[in-house]
């Protein structure tokens, strides 16, 4: 099976930085990467889907890239409703894995 | 509005079984594929299983392959997870999520509230 992996594992960062967590599949999965933001106590919600393409409604400062192997998720201005663990998934083929999560707080 | 709204958990003895349902509403329900995903407390995200629009596809995780089954019905607008031979490490909140395809190759786009399994004696 195709094992994900994500980095750093927790971070922080101040309001207004550029956060980049990059994930990893061990195998190519050409575009088929989601990302998902998980809130304190509060159900998964998805940012991004097919590597690049953000879900309707969720803010701009989010992007995703990659392709393959490697995958990005940016957030281009750290805000502090963005406090939250973020994980990838690889949806390719079952099973439908998901990394082991970035947990990302304000400085 | 799409809602999903699972039920059924509940503290369960090692060994017994329990089923899980997710009623869904708000969208075409037999037009997408659906999911079962877990969360141990304070930890991540685990796929549990996955069924296509039409049952045609039905996939598991190896930690659940042969103790649980996936199924739905297309005319009650329902999700459900059979689940045989609990074990303490099934121990988890269960979400039910939608996929944006009717095949299971898609990222889900809604999740519903999730329900609380406790495997304990």
């Known amino acids: 099976d195709i094992q994900m992996t994500q980095s750093p594992s927790s971070l922080s960062a101040s309001v207004g930085d550029r956060v980049t967590i990059t994930c990893r599949a061990s195998?190519?999965?050409?575009?088929?990467l989601a990302w998902y933001q998980q809130k304190p106590g509060k159900v998964p919600k998805l940012l991004i889907y097919g590597a690049s393409t953000l879900q309707s409604g969720v803010p701009s400062r989010f992007s995703g890239s990659g392709s393959g192997t490697d995958f990005t998720l940016t957030i281009s201005s750290l805000q502090p409703e963005d406090v939250a663990t973020y994980y990838c998934?690889?949806?390719?083929?079952?099973?439908?894995?998901f990394g082991p999560g970035t947990k990302v707080d304000i400085k | 509005e799409v809602q999903l709204v699972e039920s059924g958990g509940g503290l369960v003895q090692p060994g017994r079984s329990l089923r899980l349902s997710c009623a869904a509403s708000?969208?075409?329900?037999?037009?997408?594929?659906m999911h079962w995903v877990r969360q141990a407390p304070g930890k991540g995200l685990e796929w549990v299983s996955g069924?296509?629009?039409?049952?045609?596809?039905?996939t598991y995780a190896d930690s659940v392959k042969g103790r649980f089954t996936i199924s739905r019905d297309n005319a009650k607008n329902s999700l459900y997870l059979q689940m045989n031979s609990l074990r303490g490490e099934d121990t988890a909140f269960y979400y039910c999520?939608?996929?944006?395809?009717?095949?299971?190759?898609?990222?889900?786009?809604?999740w519903g509230q999730g329900t609380l399994v406790t495997v304990s004696s």
């Open positions: 999520a939608k996929g944006r395809s009717t095949v299971q190759a898609a990222a889900f786009n809604y």
């Open positions: 708000g969208f075409t329900f037999d037009g997408y594929a």
């Open positions: 195998q190519g999965i050409s575009n088929y």
């Open positions: 069924i296509s629009w039409n049952s045609g596809t039905i």
């Open positions: 998934q690889k949806y390719n083929s079952a099973p439908l894995t």
